[in-house]
């Protein structure tokens, strides 16, 4: 299952083609649609750590081991960003994988350099750490080991369970503050999960991995993300007492962002899933931007604007204060560090 079938154009790209009825009709029983399958492409980049200054980012450093994501989520903000390498934000971005397979000897050489200067680094800035492939490739886990290496702290955000295999690694940093995982959960429903998001873990697996994680000393958090007014904002008080259940401490939402193509990919969507609901869902949604799908002023474009906003924050305000979310104060440490064969960092 793929999370869309349209072949979009990219943006940046002078030319474009699109389908022509020439009269010739076949009945759909004659047609081959061919099968398209994943392709993972060698990413040849000389440097790995990507810097932001934006204030509605908790973090400025991020690694993305993979660009193009295999999850293959409908709503996906990082989609757009696939048009930049020449590809397409539809159905490019969840079967042409970029891999930076060397993004760890990159890191360690990063680290070494007396410029550098610890702080959290974050994995999963623009697409999963943590997608299918990781189980094959595990390009995460050896960055893990050179941040374990050197003592510098990491947090991750994912939607799928392959970090339990990485449970031996994240326990000894746990052990130094140098770890907080995040899990995205965006609905319980595992039939709208299967359709909205085909390719990340089920809802019920993400719980057992938070149980599993904290269990093991490892602090976790839920990011309810994202939101989607009139399709999954009901579920936003489920979703953190069972968060909160299975020993999650903190949590988050954003609101769904449908920049450039993903204006289209997730109004295709919707109206192939949910047709009754299509209307509603997209006017929900231009409620909380201003008249539009999409927003990019810092400050809303995550938490969205307007009164039908202003419900969505305070509902998960109630519910996070109900179920003793974020009243711990967790800080990752970077007072660890230190560089290989030196008595101080």
């Known amino acids: 299952m793929r999370g869309t079938t349209l072949n979009l154009h990219n943006r940046f790209e002078k030319r474009s083609t699109e389908a022509f009825d020439d009269g010739w009709d076949q009945p759909e029983h004659d047609l081959q649609l061919p099968v398209i399958q994943t392709e993972f492409i060698p990413d040849q980049t000389k440097s790995i750590i990507s810097y932001n200054e934006s204030p509605d980012l908790p973090m400025m450093a991020s690694i993305n081991p993979y660009r193009g994501c295999e999850h293959g989520c409908a709503y996906c903000y990082a989609r757009p960003s696939h048009e930049y390498l020449g590809y397409n934000s539809a ?11 060397n993004a ?12 550098w200067k610890p702080q ?21 886990r050896r960055l893990l080991e050179v941040c374990l290496e050197f003592k510098n ?59 599993k994680l904290t269990e093991a000393g490892i602090p976790c958090g839920v990011n309810n993300a994202p939101i989607i007014p009139g399709l999954n904002d009901e579920e936003t008080p489920k979703i953190l007492e069972a968060a909160a259940n299975a020993g999650a401490i903190s949590a988050g939402f954003i609101i769904v962002r449908l ?25 929900r949604i231009m409620m909380v931007r201003d008249g539009k799908l999409n927003e990019t002023e810092f400050g809303t474009r995550m938490k969205g604007e307007g009164a039908y906003a202003d419900y969505i924050k305070q509902q998960f305000a109630v519910y996070c204060r109900k ?16 560089r290989p064969g030196m008595l101080f960092g």
């Open 91 to 101: 159905i490019d971005f969840e079967t042409k994988i970029l891999v930076k397979h």
């Open 104 to 115: 760890p000897e990159l890191l360690r050489k990063e680290m070494l350099k007396p410029s």
């Open 120 to 140: 959290v680094i974050g994995l999963s800035g623009n697409t999963d750490c943590y997608q299918p492939v990781e189980r094959k490739l595990g390009i995460t």
């Open 153 to 211: 702290p990491v947090a991750i955000i994912t939607k799928n369970v392959v970090a339990l295999r990485d449970i031996d690694i994240l326990s000894e940093m746990a052990k130094l503050d140098l770890i907080m995982m995040n899990f995205s959960i965006t609905t319980l429903d595992l039939h709208l999960s299967r359709k909205l998001e085909p390719r990340t873990a089920a809802p019920y697996r993400k719980l057992e991995a938070i149980k």
């Open 259 to 283: 920049s450039y193509g993903n204006k289209d990919i997730f109004a295709d969507w919707l109206r192939r899933n949910v047709p009754m609901e299509a209307d509603k869902v997209l006017k």
């Open 323 to 338: 179920y003793h979310l974020n009243e711990k104060r967790f800080h990752l440490s970077s007072e660890h560090f230190q």
